[in-house]
């Protein structure tokens, strides 16, 4: 196969895969992929009722504030959720077909991007009904946001599948992990009421600074360019970390599968 | 020589022992240092191969199991990577290892078509370019737009080799020559075959235990043992060789091998089975069919000295052979006459005595699926007898017991797996409802309604006591049966007044035995022990039925039974009263036959022994 025919191959295997996982996903399922829109609903509900009006939160368009966070956070918590299992939860893949494995955990995030931009146009909504509305920048700060997202996801998520091949006790621990990044990014409260003297601590936690941009370009129509290069650097991080580990082991997976 | 396909230059392969590492975090922490020299430790599977696979040529790998031939086709189809050396593969491999890897089960076969094409290394063009001959070859009608999990295995295989088939392969890898599917399909697939064989184009690599299959289809060929090459060369010269080897070392144990020769992790795959002396030669066409045909072959054991004395326990063991048989299986009883024991699958012993215990380890020691039947419905266990039961109750798979008194009562002496346990109603011959010529036994022995009581008399059966309470009935009481005790027996018919009749025991299941029971007006049992299946039978042929109210009369007869306490002449005056007013429900008899009769009370365990292990 030369270049140009393997290139092409590469895309009708990832197309191909991606429409068996969306359609698989919620075969036999009533609401289908209302789900995924239901699920970071849900939830931004609840912390509204808890935070805005039991707690008082002095927050303006606090919904919206939780929404357009807590849908890229849904995107990233299922990949990474599931990032440990992809390699695990295909044998047949893994052990009996000859194909570029890294496609597996490629396929599943890119479904649950699909999900996530699915979800931008029912944000918006939200948005104008509390008197926002968004700003020209989505057309090129979505995308950028997207490649930085999926770029890290991707590194995350081969370097926990791979290892958790070796190390079973993975998944358990990542879950733990997700649950603990959560609290410590601002998703379910807003930059603005962290005193700026502790911002550091976002710019060392390699999580926050991509959902601290994500909301600043959803809600605020700009692009935070304080925290871009963390998410930046981050990206370059998680990517080369995540692909170095998975070239080590990959050859291995077969034997341990 | 043509341009290589595959080559193979010194190639070595091991495979970890992830044994300490894969337990976890915990495992590898608490055991470091054995987890980390575990890291390094590596089986090795291959060691320095070196061959070369032309394009078009038809190469087959033989040798034992674990000689490496499916690393070999692990590290062609580029799943395995080796430690050291060069693996090059020129052209696209087509692995036909496990039929429709990669299917999703949600999907349609259709879409699964696409998906396993693409996987295959195809673009989504090139597959839809095939899609219909794919469709046609597979011949699934309109199965091909439903979900592949509703449908059967053999539909599977066929459409997996179907999309094997159909898209251009390059290298096909083939575990055993597959012919799957019924016979229509494996004809097709023989003719794919033939024609990839001739092609130029398309080189087909073979592992294959069947050595005639690979002089059939391959050119070359390579015997891989010790992890090495041992010969490489024209397949016809390299199968000979091979054959000359392993025929001296195997003579004498054929059919042991050829079973061990099935590898465990092929799904379909037509093996040969040469049953030299037992059932012929077989030719199945998958692995489970070999397995179920093996395991159907069931012999019958017990103790040595059992058909010494032949009593209730030995016609029963004739009654299951036989009825075994009707279900269609093999069926023997161990003796001089029955097979040799490579030829069954099964082995069912009968009883827990002492001396039954050489035959079962015997048994055991070959790996056969054993089942234990104890007949052990009595509670009282000697000292002895309840060690046996113990080491016979572990050596077997599965326990037969025929009713869940006797379960309770065995598991009182012996602690076993709930999952060993196996419950089979006391199984009661047809001929129990055969029909008896009308007034047979009535006509016989001049008699107008009369109670019957059949059985051994003995103390503990209570035929003095019932006689005594009984003695002003107007009815006559019919006892038929030998003594075990002349003193009870003379006390007996001393005791009972003089229209009470004593009669010879007769022929089990006999007409006039039969007649006897069925012509009744009340068949009396009231054991101070349980009753035994006589009782069953009874019930089963029609008879009302008179028994003591214990755990084992209630689990069988449940409301039939009119039930009294064998001790208290009140509770017996008023049974019989009650039993000699009220008709028997012949829906009752119905539902008894239904549970009792064989073979059919037989169906589980034939399931049983048809399962494989």
Redesign the interface.
């Known amino acids: 196969m030369n270049l140009p025919e393997k290139w092409l191959w590469y895309r009708d295997l990832l197309q191909v895969l991606l429409h068996k996982e969306l359609s698989v996903r919620y075969k036999g399922s009533f609401l289908g992929f209302v789900w995924s829109l239901l699920n970071p609903l849900a939830q931004a509900l609840i912390f509204y009722l808890v935070f805005s009006v039991y707690m008082r939160f002095q927050v303006s368009h606090y919904l919206v504030a939780l929404l357009a966070a807590m849908f890229p956070w849904q995107w990233f918590v299922n990949s990474v959720n599931e990032g440990p299992h992809t390699f695990a939860a295909n044998p047949t893949l893994v052990k009996k077909v000859a194909f570029p494995r890294q496609a597996i955990p490629l396929v599943m995030i890119l479904q649950n991007m699909i999900h996530f931009c699915i979800a931008l146009p029912v944000y918006a909504m939200f948005m104008l009904a509390d008197g926002l509305s968004p700003g020209w920048i989505w057309l090129w700060g979505i995308p950028l946001m997207l490649v930085l997202t999926l770029a890290s996801l991707y590194g995350i998520c081969l370097f926990l599948g791979s290892v958790n091949l070796f190390f079973k006790d993975l998944g358990n621990l990542t879950v733990i992990l997700t649950q603990m990044a959560f609290f410590a990014t601002p998703i379910m409260y807003t930059l603005g009421q962290v005193p700026e003297k502790y911002y550091w601590c976002f710019k060392i936690n390699p999580v926050a600074p991509l959902f601290i941009c994500w909301r600043s370009l959803l809600m605020d129509n700009v692009i935070n360019y304080d925290f871009l290069p963390y998410v930046a650097g981050y990206t370059v991080l998680f990517s080369f970390l995540g692909f170095s580990v998975f070239r080590r082991l990959h050859r291995r997976f077969a034997e341990v599968l | 020589m043509r341009d290589a396909a595959v080559v193979f230059e010194d190639v070595w392969k091991s ?2 022992s ?1 044994t300490h ?6 495992g ?1 922490l608490f055991h470091l240092p054995q987890a980390l020299k575990g890291l390094r430790g590596r089986r090795t599977a291959l060691e320095g191969l070196s061959f070369e696979i032309g394009r078009g040529e038809n190469f087959g790998f033989i040798g034992h199991n674990g000689a490496g031939k499916s690393t070999i086709l ?1 590290l062609i ?5 080796p430690d050291k050396g060069k693996v090059e593969v020129n052209d ?2 087509s ?1 036909l ?2 039929l429709g ?2 299917f ?1 089960p ?2 349609s076969g259709r ?1 699964n078509i ?2 396993n094409g ?8 090139e597959v839809l370019e095939h899609e219909e001959k794919i469709i046609e070859f597979a011949g699934l009608g309109e199965f091909i737009d439903m979900p592949v999990r509703t449908y059967s295995s053999g539909m599977y295989a066929k459409l997996g080799f179907s999309v094997v088939a159909n898209l251009k392969p390059e290298i096909l890898l083939l575990d055993e020559i597959l012919a799957v599917g019924d016979i229509t399909f494996q004809h097709k697939c023989k003719a794919v075959f033939e024609e990839f064989r001739k092609k130029p184009d398309v080189t087909m690599v073979l592992v294959s235990h069947s050595l005639d299959n690979v002089v059939e289809v391959c050119d070359r060929a390579a015997w891989i043992e010790g992890k090495k090459v041992r010969m490489i060369g024209e397949a016809k010269e390299v199968v000979a060789a091979y054959k000359a080897v392993n025929e001296r070392n195997s003579r004498g144990c054929g059919v042991t091998l050829e079973r061990e020769a099935i590898p465990a992790h092929i799904g379909t795959n037509r093996v040969e089975l040469n049953y030299s002396d037992a059932l012929g030669v077989l030719s199945p066409r998958s692995s489970k069919e070999v397995l179920r045909i093996n395991n159907q072959a069931v012999l019958l054991t017990t103790y040595p000295e059992a058909f010494l004395h032949k009593g209730g326990g030995e016609y029963e063991l004739l009654d299951i052979a036989h009825n075994l048989r009707k279900l269609g299986l093999v069926a023997d009883v161990y003796s001089p006459f029955s097979k040799s024991l490579a030829n069954y699958g099964t082995v069912i012993h009968f009883s827990v005595n002492a001396s039954g215990l050489p035959i079962v380890e015997a048994v055991k020691n070959t790996g056969k699926k054993l089942i234990l039947w104890p007949n052990f419905w009595t509670s009282k266990v000697a000292a002895n007898e309840n060690a046996i039961a113990t080491r016979l109750a572990d050596l077997a798979d599965i326990i037969v017991f025929k009713s869940h008194t006797e379960k309770t009562n065995f598991e009182n002496v012996v602690s076993i797996y709930a999952e060993k346990a196996l419950i089979i109603p006391t199984a009661v011959a047809p001929i129990f409802i055969d029909s008896t010529p009308e007034n047979l036994f009535r006509k016989s022995f001049d008699l107008n309604e009369y109670l019957v009581w059949v059985g051994i008399f003995e103390p503990r059966k209570n035929q003095l006591g019932v006689i005594n309470v009984l003695r002003d009935l107007e009815l006559p009481i019919v006892f038929i049966g030998n003594y075990r005790d002349e003193a009870y027996y003379r006390a007996c018919k001393a005791a009972a007044p003089d229209h009470f009749m004593f009669l010879e025991p007769m022929e089990q299941a006999s007409d006039i035995l039969r007649a006897a029971i069925r012509e009744s007006r009340l068949y009396l049992e009231p054991t101070l022990e349980p009753a035994g299946k006589s009782v069953i039978e009874a019930a089963i042929s029609g008879a009302r039925v008179l028994v003591a109210d214990q755990p084992w009369e209630r689990e069988h007869l449940g409301r039939f039974a009119v039930y009294v306490n064998p001790k208290d002449a009140a509770s017996i005056r008023e049974g019989v009263r009650l039993a000699l007013t009220t008709p028997v429900d012949p829906e009752q008899v119905q539902a008894l036959a239904q549970k009792h009769l064989m073979p059919q009370v037989l169906d589980r365990l034939v399931s049983c022994i048809s399962e494989t292990a």
Do not use: M, N
């Open positions: 495979y970890p992830y590492v894969t337990g976890g975090i915990k590898f692990g189809a580029g799943v395995l990577s696209r491999v692995p290892l496990e890897a990669g999703h949600e999907l879409v696409l998906l693409v996987l295959l290394g195809l673009t989504r063009e």
